[in-house]
């Protein structure tokens, strides 16, 4: 089963900081319609990204969820690592019967090759901030609306559909 929690995270980490510089609150309801999920699953994603110092969030009429420090302190590993705890990007077959050399290897030559796996991922997710995010987004973003105003479709750019992160507490 594919794991969700970190592309999830990520676009409620990065929707969160959109607001923020949009100057609009983003309330873990306006981050579920955006991701199209239950308001209760971006709440249970908040537990770790709160309980790591990335994420705060409020209760009220002006509460919401904030990124808990700079934009350019937190990571995508720190946000991954949050959200998957201990959990392996790929982990070896167990219980294997040993018929033949590869099947009496096998166990501990992918154990090998998943933790060099792990270890390149996270050191690239540690090389990424969630304020590079942003900027790559904002800078995707305008591209997009771009190459939508510049075609002869009809469709302007203040017509174009607008990206999904946080998309209602920012875009009307």
Do not use: H
């Not at 700079?70 to 720190?78: F, G, K, P």
């Not at 992918?110 to 991922?121: H, K, P, R, S, T």
């Not at 996270?122 to 990424?128: A, S």
């Amino acid at each position: 089963m594919i794991d969700l929690r970190f592309p999830t995270a990520l676009q409620m980490v990065l929707g969160i900081q959109i607001a923020e510089e949009d100057g609009v609150r983003c309330t873990s309801q306006k981050l579920a319609d955006s991701l199209g999920v239950n308001a209760s699953f971006v709440r249970k994603l908040l537990v770790p990204l709160s309980r790591d110092g990335i994420v705060t969030s409020s209760l009220g009429k002006n509460g919401g969820a904030r990124l808990a420090r700079s934009s350019a302190t937190i990571t995508l590993r720190d946000i991954y690592c949050s959200v998957t705890e201990d959990k392996k990007i790929w982990v070896a077959r167990t219980a294997v019967p040993c018929q033949c050399v590869a099947s009496a290897n096998i166990v501990e030559f992918f154990e090998c090759i998943a933790g060099e796996a792990d270890a390149l991922v996270l050191d690239m997710l540690g090389r990424r901030t969630v304020a590079d995010s942003v900027a790559e987004i904002r800078n995707l973003e305008r591209t997009r609306i771009g190459r939508i105003g510049g075609s002869n479709t009809g469709v302007s750019a203040d017509d174009a559909p607008r990206p999904s992160v946080c998309a209602k507490a920012i875009w009307p």
